[in-house]
């Protein structure tokens, strides 16, 4: 078993930043493909980013490229999305989420709690 604990949501003005973070325990001694997904209310729950074991690989929806980063940090156990540029749109509850499948699989087992983004316009 994982668990995922989000954490680094909050309320933000339109064009600000916020930095998510994802902490992993349990099962952690193999990397997981890890994956951001976030749920607007009364919307369905959509991928956000993607990034491979190891880093090197990183994929994102096209509503955030050029504006959100994903990293990770083995050591640590820990993801992040970086977000700029923010938009009102971009508000959602942002969830943490962890595959043992290959990069690129749409598929996860692991989901955390997730943490809230609220934008002002």
């Known amino acids: 078993q994982v668990q995922l604990v989000e954490s680094g949501g909050g309320l933000v003005q339109a064009g600000g930043s916020l930095r998510l973070s994802c902490a992993a325990s349990?099962?952690?001694?193999?990397?997981?493909?890890m994956g951001w997904f976030r749920q607007a209310p009364g919307k369905d729950r959509n991928f956000v980013s993607a990034?491979?074991?190891?880093?090197?690989?990183?994929y994102y929806a096209d509503s955030v490229k050029g504006r959100f980063t994903i990293s990770r940090d083995n050591a640590k156990n820990t993801v992040y999305l970086q977000m700029n540029s923010l938009k009102p749109e971009d508000a959602a509850v942002y969830y943490c989420?962890?595959?043992?499948?290959?990069?690129?699989?749409?598929?996860?087992?692991?989901w955390g709690q997730g943490t809230q983004v609220t934008v002002s316009s």
């Open positions: 989420a962890a595959s043992h499948l290959p990069f690129g699989s749409t598929s996860y087992t692991y």
């Open positions: 349990g099962r952690t001694s193999s990397p997981y493909v």
């Open positions: 990034v491979s074991r190891d880093g090197g690989m990183t």
